[in-house]
């Protein structure tokens, strides 16, 4: 059974944005909404100054505080490692948000329902890849079995020496190249 898990190379994202679009698109989410935020993060002195693009989502824990807190068991892990949730479960109590050390969730106003990024766990199950991988247009992204070692995901991690964001907050199933 595959765990999935995604790399995130800094070094190659130029925030165009287009993993956020697709993400909006694969998941009918309005303009204002979204699964992934974008932060920078400015180093150095003039004129040696670096930009760095850090694109940010649900990190999928492997002991994700939104799913022990879920009052309802609405927020689940999958076999393969993805956290989703069951909207009909769902009371939109907030819970999870408020548990997410990486501020990744957000509410539909319509519905009430808390959602997330899901690896487009639809998507992933015909063999396809996450929107936000597939679209990528500097190839920043890459998704795949973390338990298989010679998966593309897990050679980038150990060639790259990925690391999660927030180490110090849990084991996250997506690692940045920083």
Known sequence: MARYGMVIDTRKCVGCYACRVSCQMQNELPVEESYIKFYEKET????????????????????????SVCPTKATYTTKEGIVLVDADKCIGCKYCMVACHYG???QDHNTGVVEKCRF????????KQPACVSTCISNARI?????????????AIVKMNAQPLRPDLGKAKIYYVR
């Open 104 to 106: 990744a969730r957000t």
């Open 120 to 127: 487009c766990a639809e998507l992933v199950a015909e063999g």
């Open 143 to 155: 998704f795949g079995d973390l338990d298989d070692p010679n998966s593309e995901v897990s050679k």
């Open 44 to 67: 150095g002195v003039f004129p040696n100054v670096k930009n760095e693009i850090i694109p940010v989502q649900c990190q999928h824990c492997e002991d994700a505080p939104c799913v």
